[in-house]
């Protein structure tokens, strides 16, 4: 099993970004996936997530300005950041859950209902 996130990167207070996770050893589509984040000093914390069903469910913090994806012809997961903010400066890291075949994600994103995880990209957003 391998995560490999992409696309991170430097820009302006109000730019947009959009994360891809490549996966690997799995089916994205098998399982819930997820995104999460960890800025300089801080715990990390969930941003968002995608069931199997396609269901999703977003920290508030993101709500209504990103949206998570994914090809399952590609198997990779994605993330989309509009109005980016400099308090979503961090490192992004993707995850898969850890029951194959599972129902719908976790409500609250929490940490111990993934098991694996990428390396991280890291997003630095400037005012």
């Known amino acids: 099993v391998q995560l490999v996130e992409s696309g991170g990167g430097s820009v302006q207070a109000g730019g947009s970004l959009r994360l891809s996770c490549a996966a690997s050893?799995?089916?994205?589509?098998?399982?819930?996936m997820g995104w999460f984040r960890q800025a300089p000093g801080m715990g990390r914390e969930g941003v968002a997530a995608i069931a199997r069903d396609g269901s999703t469910i977003y920290a508030d913090s993101v709500k209504g300005r990103s949206t998570i994806s994914r090809d399952n012809a590609v198997n990779t997961l994605y993330l989309q950041m509009n109005s980016l903010k400099p308090e979503d400066t961090a490192m992004y890291y993707c995850?898969?859950?850890?029951?194959?075949?599972?129902?719908?994600?976790?409500?609250?994103?929490?940490?111990?209902?993934?098991?694996?995880w990428g390396q991280g990209t890291q997003v630095t957003v400037s005012s």
């Open positions: 995850a898969r859950g850890t029951w194959q075949y599972g129902g719908a994600c976790s409500a609250g994103l929490p940490q111990y209902d993934y098991n694996y």
């Open positions: 050893g799995y089916s994205v589509s098998n399982y819930c």
